[in-house]
């Protein structure tokens, strides 16, 4: 299993046991940019990067928003075109949820990949 599937496989279970916060190991910038997204849209609150000189943890507050976080594995390419496929195959509706790629301009939702006009590779999604 990957770093960024196990991280969040550990936040989906501490979600559904109703845990106020949780700590993720091992780190990765990833995992940190990932966290960034679902943090702008509300579904984790503050989190803190703890440094052990080795390979890193982080502690993220929950907010109980979140129903279900996943990763895609392989990560797919995804042309522009393709994005609203991906959407209706792995949120639960058009009007919440949010499908993660990783693009030459960075990692972002479906959303801002479709103003900007780009596709990507996709990594995960949340809802």
């Known amino acids: 299993m ?7 496989k550990t936040i989906t279970n501490a979600e559904k ?5 949780v700590l993720i190991r091992p780190s990765s910038k990833v995992i940190v940019k990932f966290l960034q997204v679902m943090q702008q849209h509300g ?15 982080i502690v993220v507050e929950l907010t109980g928003r979140l129903n279900k976080c996943g990763v895609i594995s392989p990560r797919f390419d995804v042309p522009y075109d393709d994005i609203e496929g991906w959407i209706t195959n792995l949120l639960p509706s058009r009007q919440f949820g949010h499908v993660i790629l990783t693009t030459t301009y960075g990692i972002m939702t479906h959303e801002e990949a479709r103003r900007r006009k780009t596709g990507g590779k996709i990594l995960g999604f949340f809802y």
Do not use: T
């Open 17 to 21: 046991r109703g845990k106020r916060q």
């Open 43 to 57: 579904y984790v609150g503050e989190f803190e990067i703890i440094d052990d000189h080795r390979s890193g943890k």
């Open 2 to 8: 990957s770093v960024l599937a196990d991280c969040l």
